[in-house]
């Protein structure tokens, strides 16, 4: 705490957007899942650019950490302060205005404090499509999603969050602020410094606007659940449907039946959608601009291909759109099953497509030479290579367990992903969950690289200490 600072700072800014009593404080130090608790002298609440400009200048001047924070949904810790009371939370949701919309270039412009699903319903309404995706979507915000370089349930078609930004405004730590809010398609003049934000985790400045690519809306949609033995099989199946339906092809989220049965447990209103278990399940969703009865049948062609040629075991289409949510349901209500089943171990990992099957049977070998008891939990986004693999503790352990295993399980895992040529994070960044990872896995030449970017933009160290680098 550094009373000089805070008195400028609320002199500065005000007492409507600097909040510094300690109870007010409170609900902004701990992340989503309740694993990392900081401090803070201040929560600061600007309203516009200038206001995080002002308020980054003093913090520099005065050598104060400083923590962005998007929706608080992140899941490795990065919108968390660290135990110090030394630190300034930026909370950036009073900046929820959309600049604007244009649907003949196809982009929206909104400040970063935008909620996501609030800019896909935007988007809608206009006749476009926002196609960034997520379960966290009505609580995470733009900014957030850009910096953390979200990816969701449709990257298997659109991308990342990356793929869908034009342009960004960001205040850097000096203050300054750097104004690339373009909706350019094409800008080929050097640097494309923008990129430097997306992914950055908070650590090279606060990011205030952004311009993001627009599509056109999807209004036919068409679920199936398919029911497959062996991941070698939705692998097979992969192959299959999208030879099938090509770009229509929205989402191929994959799940075992560990995960069916933790959401079945813990979920009200959902059940068993086949007369039997399967060792796993693949959500495929097709959507197109048009033409209801073309994309029904193409999927359901494509099934029955795929049974017929023993692709999958079973299948149900979705016959309604309530039909179509309760089978979302069964994929997306999993983070929300396994919060309530107790602490447990998150791996976000990416694997080229074809290793996945290889990978989860080494893995699982090399992990039960550790934690024979341990409980796995498999599911994400298969068709672009991203497993959530999470592990939890044995049935009749302590809570506790987790921490005590945290680090021998990770770099189990890790190191078979390194093996595999994956990634430790696929989309849910590093924050300082996976810190300690990152620098043992990234390459030197990279990790050098990163550290002379962020001495540039940042070189009193203040942005999201801890995080990251
Ligand atoms: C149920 C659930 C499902 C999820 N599903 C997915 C998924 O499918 N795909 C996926 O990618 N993620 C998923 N997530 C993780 C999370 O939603 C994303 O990481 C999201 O992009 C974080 O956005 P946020 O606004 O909540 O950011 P926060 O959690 O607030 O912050 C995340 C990081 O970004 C920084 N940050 C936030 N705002 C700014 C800003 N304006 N400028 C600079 N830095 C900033 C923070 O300092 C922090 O380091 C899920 C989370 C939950 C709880």
Not at 159 to 167: A, I, P, W
Not at 191 to 217: C, H, N, W
Not at 256 to 269: E, F, I, P, S
Not at 393 to 400: F, I, L, T
């Amino acid at each position: 705490m550094n009373p000089a600072f805070l008195d400028k700072l609320v002199q500065t800014l005000g007492k409507d957007i600097v909040i510094v009593d300690p109870a007010e404080i409170e609900p902004w130090l701990t992340d989503w899942r309740g694993v990392y608790k900081g401090g803070a002298q201040a929560v600061v609440r600007p309203t516009c650019t200038q206001q995080v400009a002002d308020c980054l200048r003093l913090c520099n001047e005065y050598r104060v950490p400083v923590v962005p924070r998007g929706g608080n949904t992140g899941l490795c810790g990065g919108a968390t302060p660290d135990a110090s009371s030394a630190n300034v939370v930026i909370a950036l949701d009073r900046m929820n205005r959309v600049r604007s919309i244009d649907t003949i270039a196809n982009t929206l412009v909104a400040d970063a404090g935008c909620i996501l699903g609030n800019l896909r319903r935007a988007a809608e309404a206009e006749g476009r499509l926002l196609p960034l995706s997520l379960a966290a979507e009505d609580s995470s915000q733009i900014g957030g999603n850009v910096a953390t370089n979200a990816g969701g349930v449709n990257v298997v078609r659109y991308g990342m969050t990356r793929e869908l930004v034009l342009g960004i405004e960001a205040v850097l730590p000096t203050g300054e602020i750097f104004n690339g809010l373009q909706t350019l398609r094409k800008d080929n003049t050097g640097y494309d410094l923008k990129q430097l934000f997306i992914g950055s985790e908070g650590t090279l400045g606060i990011i205030t606007g952004v311009a993001l690519k627009l599509l056109p809306l999807n209004r036919v949609r068409s679920v199936v659940l398919a029911a497959v033995e062996t991941p070698r099989q939705a692998l097979e199946l992969l192959r299959s449907v999208y030879g099938r339906c090509g770009a229509r092809l929205q989402a191929y989220e994959y799940f075992t039946d560990a995960c069916l049965d933790l959401v079945l447990t813990h979920v009200d209103g959902l059940q068993q959608p086949f007369e039997q278990r399967h060792g796993g399940y693949v959500l495929i969703e097709l959507a197109d601009t048009a033409d209801e009865a073309g994309l029904q049948s193409l999927l359901e062609e494509a099934i029955g291909e795929a049974l017929e040629n023993d692709l999958c075991q079973d299948a149900v289409v979705s016959a309604s759109m309530g039909q179509l949510q309760t089978l979302w349901r069964l994929r997306e209500e999993i983070s929300e099953a396994q919060r309530a089943d107790g602490p447990h171990l998150k791996h976000d990992i990416s694997l080229p497509i074809e290793r996945i099957p290889a990978f989860i049977e080494t893995a699982e070998r090399r992990l039960r030479e550790v934690a024979p008891d341990c409980r796995l939990f498999i599911f994400g986004h298969f068709g672009d290579g991203n497993l959530h693999y999470n592990v939890s503790r044995p049935a009749g352990a302590d809570r506790s367990w987790a921490k005590e295993w945290e680090t021998r399980i990770a770099s189990t895992v890790f190191d078979e992903v390194m093996a595999y040529g994956g990634s430790i994070s696929a989309e849910h960044g590093i924050g300082q969950l996976k810190r300690h990872e990152f620098h043992h896995h990234k390459d030197p030449m990279h990790l050098r690289l990163m550290l002379q970017i962020k001495q540039i933009f940042d070189p009193n160290s203040i942005m999201n200490p801890g995080k990251l680098l």
